[in-house]
């Protein structure tokens, strides 16, 4: 079954669900109409299904590999990246003043989704770029956002992020790299970085990388560190390309999937590079890249989600095994009653996770547009939700995508497996789900909870109103945002943050689970017919998972804590 970019579904949330009519209200995003961001995602959507689509299983099958210290991609990534570049698709959000088209990050967020979904390994190199031009847009120079800013949003040179070292993996604080100052007003740059995705490519002209070191006098841990831009070719002060730097890849890993995506083992042996930021600031500065890149991956896991979603329709409407009794039915596995819930929560969780993250997004834009501090405090508490939920969702549905498929799922020709390889790392890298949930119940509940509260009294004060006209399914709503109100209050009141620490996955995916139940009927309010079917099969199905989430929550840490190491040894 080729891929269908969800063009109508995306549309729908950002019309009906979680109101892009706010963000094309304001002065700042007053061009992005119904009508405009409708075209720019029919256009995105067929180069996804046209392009893209066809790239993801060359990926897998011919990876990325280093031959005599150059990196070759897959076959056809280069062509399917240029048409990315062309079409103006790396620079979506970026700044008009540098060539970007100034778009909303619900929009950006939309395609970039779609793109996952058709060819994620590829499509994970632009948004890598994307993150950069945002913390270079915020933090750098005048001179470097000049150099730099209008080639990375065309496409011509390409992004990534340089932060994890092999003693320091999430322990960002504990890395070696090392920036001695040139005198010139540059610095060398010393060091090793590893998990460095799209470290070098053959496709763009050069590749600026953003390098985590620590100055002679910077102190140890995250105060100490310095954000540096390291191009691998150094530009010449007229903007052309002049010499390679002291740098090399040494290696590419070999991974469990995403294979078409180089993931690098980057040195740094006296690299040229300039300062991003203030010394000693560099955490700020790329923090604004990560908190970019977390609601990307997010929205990779979710994009991952609807092609093995769409895989598995595929093989269902066209297995037939064993008799139902369905009458009328297709004669197909899709009569099968089994067949057909993991079918139906795997498009009901979809639908949640994708209105979570472009939820999200409205808020980032809303932030931004307005100066508004309780939507930037929104954008803060959603993101790592939405970069959890839709990195579990895309898990869940790949797996759920190759039980489908039963034993052919197992059998690498049909590609349901490739769907769960390539989604699995999306819950490690940006910050494991765990360190999202564990920033969720302490920096985002800094605030005594007040954006959390904000938002479960909004869901609330939908679901009363929502009581005379789908009373069932309003009332499930109603009494989970309670639930989940009660929760919140005892995260706030726990002072030993380990007891927090304890409950945080759970409390964040029962916050996900609630909003998804929100986001469904705020769904079926708006249209009824799939909308309503969809929201029932979520509300009774899927929503009730929050009670024994809540429950796990709540325990604290005692009961973990009570197992000593010699415990945990089998």
């Given at each position: 079954?080729?891929?269908?970019?969800?063009?109508?579904?995306?549309?729908?949330?950002?019309?009906?669900?979680?109101?892009?009519?706010?963000?094309?209200?304001?002065?700042?995003?007053?061009?992005?109409?119904?009508?405009?961001?409708?075209?720019?995602?029919?256009?995105?959507?067929?180069?996804?299904?046209?392009?893209?689509?066809?790239?993801?299983?060359?990926?897998?099958?011919?990876?990325?590999?280093?031959?005599?210290?150059?990196?070759?991609?897959?076959?056809?990534?280069?062509?399917?990246?240029?048409?990315?570049?062309?079409?103006?698709?790396?620079?979506?959000?970026?700044?008009?003043?540098?060539?970007?088209?100034?778009?909303?990050?619900?929009?950006?967020?939309?395609?970039?989704?779609?793109?996952?979904?058709?060819?994620?390994?590829?499509?994970?190199?632009?948004?890598?770029?994307?993150?950069?031009?945002?913390?270079?847009?915020?933090?750098?120079?005048?001179?470097?956002?000049?150099?730099?800013?209008?080639?990375?949003?065309?496409?011509?040179?390409?992004?990534?992020?340089?932060?994890?070292?092999?003693?320091?993996?999430?322990?960002?604080?504990?890395?070696?790299?090392?920036?001695?100052?040139?005198?010139?007003?540059?610095?060398?740059?010393?060091?090793?970085?590893?998990?460095?995705?799209?470290?070098?490519?053959?496709?763009?002209?050069?590749?600026?990388?953003?390098?985590?070191?620590?100055?002679?006098?910077?102190?140890?841990?995250?105060?100490?560190?310095?954000?540096?831009?390291?191009?691998?070719?150094?530009?010449?002060?007229?903007?052309?390309?002049?010499?390679?730097?002291?740098?090399?890849?040494?290696?590419?890993?070999?991974?469990?999937?995403?294979?078409?995506?180089?993931?690098?083992?980057?040195?740094?042996?006296?690299?040229?590079?300039?300062?991003?930021?203030?010394?000693?600031?560099?955490?700020?500065?790329?923090f604004t890249m990560m908190n970019n890149a977390r609601l990307g991956v997010g929205t990779q896991g979710i994009g991952a989600a609807e092609g093995a979603y769409q895989h598995a329709v595929g093989y269902a409407l066209d297995r037939k095994q064993?008799?139902?009794?369905?009458?009328?039915?297709?004669?197909?596995?899709?009569?099968?009653?089994?067949?057909?819930?993991?079918?139906?929560?795997?498009?009901?969780?979809?639908?949640?996770?994708?209105?979570?993250?472009?939820?999200?997004?409205?808020?980032?834009?809303?932030?931004?547009?307005?100066?508004?501090?309780?939507?930037?405090?929104?954008?803060?508490?959603?993101?790592?939700?939405?970069?959890?939920?839709?990195?579990?969702?895309?898990?869940?549905?790949?797996?759920?995508?190759?039980?489908?498929?039963?034993?052919?799922?197992?059998?690498?020709?049909?590609?349901?497996?490739?769907?769960?390889?390539?989604?699995?790392?999306?819950?490690?890298?940006?910050?494991?789900?765990?360190?999202?949930?564990?920033?969720?119940?302490?920096?985002?509940?800094?605030?005594?909870?007040?954006?959390?509260?904000?938002?479960?009294?909004?869901?609330?004060?939908?679901?009363?109103?929502?009581?005379?006209?789908?009373?069932?399914?309003?009332?499930?709503?109603?009494?989970?945002?309670?639930?989940?109100?009660?929760?919140?209050?005892?995260?706030?009141?726990?002072?030993?943050?380990?007891?927090?620490?304890?409950?945080?996955?759970?409390?964040?995916?029962?916050?996900?689970?609630?909003?998804?139940?929100?986001?469904?009927?705020?769904?079926?309010?708006?249209?009824?017919?799939?909308?309503?079917?969809?929201?029932?099969?979520?509300?009774?199905?899927?929503?009730?998972?929050?009670?024994?989430?809540?429950?796990?929550?709540?325990?604290?840490?005692?009961?973990l804590f009570a197992l000593s190491t010699d415990d945990l040894v089998a």
């Amino acid at each position: 079954m080729p891929y269908r970019a969800p063009v109508t579904d995306h549309s729908f949330i950002l019309n009906h669900v979680v109101g892009l009519d706010k963000v094309s209200a304001t002065p700042l995003y007053a061009d992005a109409t119904p009508d405009m961001v409708e075209a720019i995602l029919t256009e995105a959507g067929r180069l996804c299904e046209d392009v893209l689509a066809p790239l993801n299983r060359q990926g897998d099958l011919h990876p990325a590999v280093l031959e005599n210290g150059v990196v070759r991609t897959s076959p056809g990534f280069g062509e399917g990246y240029t048409a990315i570049a062309e079409g103006g698709w790396v620079g979506m959000s970026a700044d008009p003043e540098n060539g970007g088209m100034g778009l909303p990050m619900a929009v950006t967020t939309s395609v970039n989704e779609m793109l996952a979904g058709a060819c994620l390994s590829l499509q994970l190199n632009p948004l890598m770029t994307q993150g950069q031009i945002e913390a270079l847009e915020h933090h750098a120079s005048d001179a470097l956002k000049e150099t730099y800013l209008p080639k990375l949003i065309s496409g011509a040179w390409s992004g990534t992020m340089n932060l994890t070292e092999p003693q320091a993996g999430s322990d960002v604080g504990a890395l070696r790299s090392k920036a001695e100052p040139n005198g010139d007003g540059s610095y060398a740059i010393s060091g090793q970085k590893i998990y460095i995705s799209w470290g070098d490519n053959d496709f763009t002209e050069n590749v600026c990388h953003l390098v985590l070191a620590r100055l002679p006098d910077g102190v140890e841990g995250t105060k100490g560190i310095s954000l540096f831009m390291v191009p691998k070719l150094i530009p010449n002060e007229d903007g052309t390309l002049g010499e390679h730097n002291s740098l090399r890849v040494v290696s590419l890993e070999h991974k469990m999937g995403l294979h078409g995506s180089p993931t690098a083992v980057m040195q740094y042996d006296g690299a040229k590079g300039w300062l991003v930021g203030a010394p000693h600031a560099g955490m700020a500065a790329m923090f604004t890249m990560m908190n970019n890149a977390r609601l990307g991956v997010g929205t990779q896991g979710i994009g991952a989600a609807e092609g093995a979603y769409q895989h598995a329709v595929g093989y269902a409407l066209d297995r037939k095994q064993g008799k139902t009794m369905v009458e009328g039915g297709t004669g197909t596995i899709v009569d099968h009653a089994d067949v057909r819930r993991m079918l139906g929560v795997m498009r009901a969780d979809i639908f949640a996770s994708r209105a979570i993250a472009l939820a999200c997004a409205v808020a980032i834009d809303m932030g931004r547009a307005t100066g508004d501090q309780s939507w930037q405090a929104r954008a803060a508490f959603l993101t790592p939700i939405a970069k959890a939920f839709g990195t579990d969702v895309g898990m869940d549905v790949a797996q759920q995508g190759v039980q489908v498929h039963g034993g052919m799922g197992f059998i690498e020709e049909t590609g349901a497996a490739q769907y769960s390889r390539d989604v699995r790392v999306t819950a490690i890298y940006e910050g494991t789900n765990g360190i999202q949930a564990m920033d969720l119940v302490a920096r985002k509940l800094m605030d005594g909870g007040e954006a959390a509260f904000a938002l479960l009294d909004e869901m609330e004060e939908q679901a009363e109103a929502a009581k005379g006209t789908m009373p069932e399914l309003a009332n499930a709503v109603w009494q989970a945002c309670e639930t989940l109100r009660e929760a919140t209050e005892w995260m706030v009141a726990q002072k030993d943050y380990n007891n927090r620490f304890a409950g945080a996955v759970p409390y964040l995916r029962a916050f996900a689970r609630v909003l998804g139940g929100h986001f469904h009927l705020t769904a079926a309010l708006a249209e009824g017919g799939t909308r309503q079917k969809l929201a029932q099969l979520y509300i009774s199905r899927l929503l009730p998972e929050h009670m024994g989430l809540i429950q796990q929550a709540k325990q604290g840490a005692d009961d973990l804590f009570a197992l000593s190491t010699d415990d945990l040894v089998a």
